[in-house]
């Protein structure tokens, strides 16, 4: 069964920096594209960042570009989302997604910014 | 990057109706679309992938349709558990980027 656990969600003033982790188990993790999205409060979904399974090549989307890092320890079978100069706008829950079709999702962790 | 909107923003329906939810895209993005259902306080839910296939476990009740830029979600016989907000997705080019959503509630 596949599994994506999402880990390090927290409080954070602006401009602060944080580590998502995404533990996944079920399958095997360096053959798939892996990525981030995230859900603010009360609005719709927002795909954050994504990885190449072939490459590992990173995409952002505009809002988090050159702030926001997505690698992956293929020998810990997880992802992760370094988020650097937090921004109130940033809050939100953030869920990794299996595959570019995003069959599999996390149960997610939120993450507020504020002071 | 490619825009999508949905249509219907809201629906109200009952159980047993059909209900069509509609997604455009701004630009062709041949099949690489997909459907997701979220409940309030949860994780979205993989429907449909690849336009028209559905992920395994999703009831036979739900269906996708469409190519290009314009796409259905269908839902034959409405149940219970299915009120919820049901989102579009394209996965054709970077940024992926997802529809406004369609809020589905009991009429």
């Known amino acids: 069964e596949v599994q994506l656990l999402e880990s390090g969600g927290d409080l954070q003033q602006p401009g602060g920096s944080l580590r998502l982790s995404c533990a996944a188990s079920?399958?095997?993790?360096?053959?798939?594209?892996m990525n981030w999205v995230r859900q603010a409060p009360g609005k719709g979904l927002e795909w954050v960042s994504g990885i190449s399974a072939s490459d590992g090549r990173a995409y952002y989307a505009d809002s988090v570009k050159g702030r926001f890092t997505i690698s992956r320890d293929i020998s810990r079978n997880t992802l992760y989302l370094h988020m650097n100069s937090l921004r109130a706008e940033d809050t939100a829950v953030y869920y990794c997604?299996?595959?570019?079709?995003?069959?599999?999702w996390g149960q997610g962790t939120p993450v507020t910014v504020s002071s | 990057d490619i825009q999508m909107t949905q249509s219907p923003s809201s629906l109200s329906a009952s159980v047993g109706d059909r209900v069509t939810i509609t997604c455009r895209a701004s630009q062709g993005i041949t099949h690489y679309l997909a459907w997701f259902q979220q409940k309030p306080g949860k994780a979205p839910k993989s429907l449909i992938y690849?336009?028209?296939h559905l992920q395994t476990g999703v009831p036979s009740r739900f269906s996708g349709s469409g190519s290009g830029t314009d796409f259905t979600l269908t839902i034959s016989s409405l149940q219970p558990q299915d009120f919820a907000t049901y989102y579009c997705q394209q996965y054709d080019a970077y940024p992926f980027t997802f529809g406004p959503g369609t809020r589905l509630d009991v009429k």
């Open positions: 997604a299996k595959e570019n079709d995003f069959s599999q």
């Open positions: 079920g399958f095997t993790f360096s053959n798939y594209a």
């Open positions: 690849a336009a028209s």
